[in-house]
């Protein structure tokens, strides 16, 4: 009779917390829509609304893990589960109540869009940026192309033309708006539709259509300047939703590419962006190294040469004399030129020919590790903006860093990127992340293209992995990150027998890893499968014995592990 009594009592407030989980849910529908009614342009949503939203996710998913130990346990087990529930109630109510907002779901948001880029050293090109800006300023030119190869300096251009625009804001605007949007190679109308979205604080509907719709709505609202930095194909303006800009709306399109061909197709006016002539070659060059290296006697001849060498690429001028910096020893210098025109002789005139510029840096950082740092960035899609953080922690997995306690570790990673940063082959972002230049990247693919090799497709969209004739033996890190890779399939199992790193993290659709994936991976050391929907590893993992890491946070639908009993070498289980 007790037990009964119990139960039912037990059973009564299991319906009240299923009850006001059904509160809590409506009121999260009613804020959602909220949100998506009121955010517009100069919005964002509150903090405190921000902050609400994970929390009721979280409940929900304790509500759904007591519902399911409650069906599967005996009379006297539920009973210990009625203290839980209890508290979980006035858990619920406790954010039923935190969740009467009201109104004030968003705020006015000094907009991140307008906020300056980093600067980097702008040396001549004074002409190409005020012709840009008399483009912006007239009525007679809408759309404006920034062409010009690699390295060549489009995008620092575009950053002090950006942080003029917005100076311009605050005295007497022109334009209402500034808008910075980066394309890159991995083009898709639906991520640029996005990433113009997220830059005016406004949602968007799913339908491909409906989108551009709502897009050129928003855009039209308002005088603007959209620029789109490295655009790579053509696209229609219409099919993404960017309004035409005329001399009645008042708005300005820029767009910046290697390609003039690109540029027309869409309807720009050219401006050319021309290799540096030899003064301000040299005026950038002695900027980044420091004039006092002109005192040393005999180094003005060598210095002209190695400028020479460097072509008027602003880039690979950056690089260069970056990784001469400090130096004065006169036959150091003589050995730099030589090295340098070993590297470019061969290739002179050819594609490659800016990527042998920039290896001659990463030649002379000589310590292995520091340019096992250096490549590793490249695993990273284009102009990702990579956290420091999260870079140093894949350089301690992978070993890059020595030994040591992991506070020195983390102190040695931050002293090897402030080297890199310093050398100019990345690029300091904020505080807190840095950023690989597109052409940088480009050239750690180029030194990684021959065994053993890197396979790097990250986040390009990817529905499928490569098939089994693309995982060649050399292969010795591949990284499919943030990617919409749904399955790891069961004929896919390649043969890597040099593989150590599988990089697939970030990919949502990701739910099943056939048995057979890992089964020729040996010596895998790395294998990061972080924000995926994995239900479950296959047991191959069993036998993974080379694995160092095991990365598994932001796996919420994991259920099954196999035993890693085996697994001697594994430093790090991330759950």
């Given at each position: 009779?007790?037990?009964?009594?119990?139960?039912?009592?037990?059973?009564?407030?299991?319906?009240?917390?299923?009850?006001?989980?059904?509160?809590?849910?409506?009121?999260?529908?009613?804020?959602?829509?909220?949100?998506?009614?009121?955010?517009?342009?100069?919005?964002?949503?509150?903090?405190?609304?921000?902050?609400?939203?994970?929390?009721?996710?979280?409940?929900?998913?304790?509500?759904?893990?007591?519902?399911?130990?409650?069906?599967?346990?005996?009379?006297?087990?539920?009973?210990?589960?009625?203290?839980?529930?209890?508290?979980?109630?006035?858990?619920?109510?406790?954010?039923?109540?935190?969740?009467?907002?009201?109104?004030?779901?968003?705020?006015?948001?000094?907009?991140?869009?307008?906020?300056?880029?980093?600067?980097?050293?702008?040396?001549?090109?004074?002409?190409?940026?005020?012709?840009?800006?008399?483009?912006?300023?007239?009525?007679?030119?809408?759309?404006?192309?920034?062409?010009?190869?690699?390295?060549?300096?489009?995008?620092?251009?575009?950053?002090?033309?950006?942080?003029?625009?917005?100076?311009?804001?605050?005295?007497?605007?022109?334009?209402?708006?500034?808008?910075?949007?980066?394309?890159?190679?991995?083009?898709?109308?639906?991520?640029?539709?996005?990433?113009?979205?997220?830059?005016?604080?406004?949602?968007?509907?799913?339908?491909?259509?409906?989108?551009?719709?709502?897009?050129?709505?928003?855009?039209?609202?308002?005088?603007?300047?959209?620029?789109?930095?490295?655009?790579?194909?053509?696209f229609a303006l219409k099919k993404v939703g960017i309004p035409k800009p005329t001399s009645s709306n008042g708005s300005k399109l820029v767009l910046t590419s290697r390609s003039k061909v690109v540029c027309r197709s869409i309807g720009?006016?050219?401006?050319?962006?021309?290799?540096?002539?030899?003064?301000?070659?040299?005026?950038?060059?002695?900027?980044?190294?420091?004039?006092?290296?002109?005192?040393?006697?005999?180094?003005?001849?060598?210095?002209?040469?190695?400028?020479?060498?460097?072509?008027?690429?602003?880039?690979?001028?950056q690089v260069i004399a970056g990784s001469m910096k400090g130096i004065s020893d006169i036959v150091e210098w003589r050995n730099a030129l030589r090295e340098l025109r070993e590297h470019v002789i061969s290739v002179k005139g050819t594609?490659?020919?800016?990527?042998?510029?920039?290896?001659?840096?990463?030649?002379?950082?000589?310590?292995?590790?520091?340019?096992?740092?250096?490549?590793?960035?490249?695993?990273?899609?284009?102009?990702?903006?990579?956290?420091?953080?999260?870079?140093?922690?894949?350089?301690?997995?992978?070993?890059?860093?020595?030994?040591?306690?992991?506070?020195?570790?983390?102190?040695?990673?931050?002293?090897?990127?402030?080297?890199?940063?310093?050398?100019?082959?990345?690029?300091?972002?904020?505080?807190?992340?840095?950023?690989?230049?597109?052409?940088?990247?480009?050239?750690?693919?180029?030194?990684?293209?021959?065994?053993?090799?890197?396979?790097?497709?990250?986040?390009?969209?990817?529905?499928?992995?490569?098939?089994?004739?693309?995982?060649?033996?050399?292969?010795?890190?591949?990284?499919?990150?943030?990617?919409?890779?749904?399955?790891?399939?069961?004929?896919?199992?390649?043969?890597?027998?040099?593989?150590?790193?599988?990089?697939?993290?970030?990919?949502?659709?990701?739910?099943?890893?056939?048995?057979?994936?890992?089964?020729?991976?040996?010596?895998?050391?790395?294998?990061d499968l972080s924000y995926t929907n994995v239900e479950q590893l296959p047991n191959s993992v069993s036998n993974l014995e080379k694995l160092k890491a095991l990365v598994l946070r932001g796996c919420y639908n994991l259920r099954y592990?196999?035993?890693?009993?085996?697994?001697?070498?594994?430093?790090?289980?991330?759950?």
């Amino acid at each position: 009779m007790y037990i009964h009594t119990a139960s039912q009592k037990i059973e009564e407030r299991k319906n009240e917390l299923l009850a006001k989980q059904r509160e809590l849910n409506a009121i999260k529908r009613d804020v959602e829509l909220g949100i998506k009614v009121k955010l517009r342009w100069g919005k964002r949503v509150r903090q405190e609304v921000e902050n609400w939203l994970p929390d009721v996710q979280a409940i929900n998913d304790k509500i759904q893990n007591i519902d399911e130990r409650m069906q599967n346990v005996s009379c006297f087990s539920r009973g210990r589960l009625g203290k839980q529930v209890s508290q979980t109630i006035e858990e619920v109510k406790e954010i039923i109540g935190r969740g009467r907002f009201g109104e004030a779901l968003v705020i006015d948001d000094p907009s991140t869009a307008e906020v300056p880029l980093q600067l980097e050293h702008l040396e001549g090109q004074t002409l190409v940026k005020a012709d840009i800006w008399k483009h912006l300023m007239s009525n007679e030119i809408g759309m404006i192309g920034v062409c010009g190869r690699g390295g060549i300096g489009k995008t620092t251009i575009m950053k002090h033309i950006h942080t003029q625009l917005l100076e311009e804001i605050k005295s007497e605007p022109l334009f209402e708006k500034i808008i910075w949007v980066t394309v890159s190679k991995d083009f898709s109308i639906t991520k640029i539709q996005q990433q113009i979205a997220d830059r005016m604080y406004i949602s968007l509907p799913d339908p491909e259509v409906e989108r551009a719709t709502v897009l050129a709505n928003e855009l039209g609202r308002n005088r603007h300047v959209l620029i789109l930095d490295d655009v790579w194909e053509g696209f229609a303006l219409k099919k993404v939703g960017i309004p035409k800009p005329t001399s009645s709306n008042g708005s300005k399109l820029v767009l910046t590419s290697r390609s003039k061909v690109v540029c027309r197709s869409i309807g720009c006016e050219i401006v050319e962006v021309p290799l540096l002539p030899y003064k301000e070659s040299m005026n950038l060059f002695l900027a980044l190294t420091e004039r006092r290296i002109l005192k040393v006697p005999s180094l003005e001849e060598i210095l002209g040469n190695i400028v020479e060498e460097c072509d008027g690429l602003p880039l690979a001028i950056q690089v260069i004399a970056g990784s001469m910096k400090g130096i004065s020893d006169i036959v150091e210098w003589r050995n730099a030129l030589r090295e340098l025109r070993e590297h470019v002789i061969s290739v002179k005139g050819t594609d490659v020919e800016i990527y042998e510029l920039l290896k001659f840096s990463f030649d002379r950082l000589v310590d292995l590790k520091i340019q096992n740092c250096f490549l590793y960035c490249s695993l990273y899609p284009e102009d990702y903006i990579i956290p420091k953080k999260e870079l140093i922690e894949y350089w301690i997995d992978e070993e890059f860093l020595g030994t040591g306690s992991r506070q020195e570790l983390y102190y040695r990673g931050h002293t090897i990127l402030n080297r890199l940063e310093n050398k100019c082959l990345l690029e300091k972002h904020d505080r807190d992340t840095v950023k690989m230049h597109d052409v940088m990247r480009d050239t750690a693919l180029y030194i990684k293209s021959s065994g053993p090799r890197f396979m790097v497709k990250s986040g390009i969209g990817l529905k499928e992995l490569p098939s089994k004739q693309e995982w060649e033996e050399d292969l010795e890190k591949v990284s499919f990150m943030m990617n919409n890779v749904s399955e790891i399939p069961l004929h896919l199992s390649p043969n890597c027998e040099v593989l150590s790193t599988l990089l697939l993290q970030k990919n949502e659709y990701l739910e099943r890893i056939s048995e057979s994936s890992f089964q020729h991976m040996h010596r895998l050391s790395m294998l990061d499968l972080s924000y995926t929907n994995v239900e479950q590893l296959p047991n191959s993992v069993s036998n993974l014995e080379k694995l160092k890491a095991l990365v598994l946070r932001g796996c919420y639908n994991l259920r099954y592990v196999p035993s890693l009993e085996k697994l001697e070498a594994l430093r790090k289980l991330d759950l």
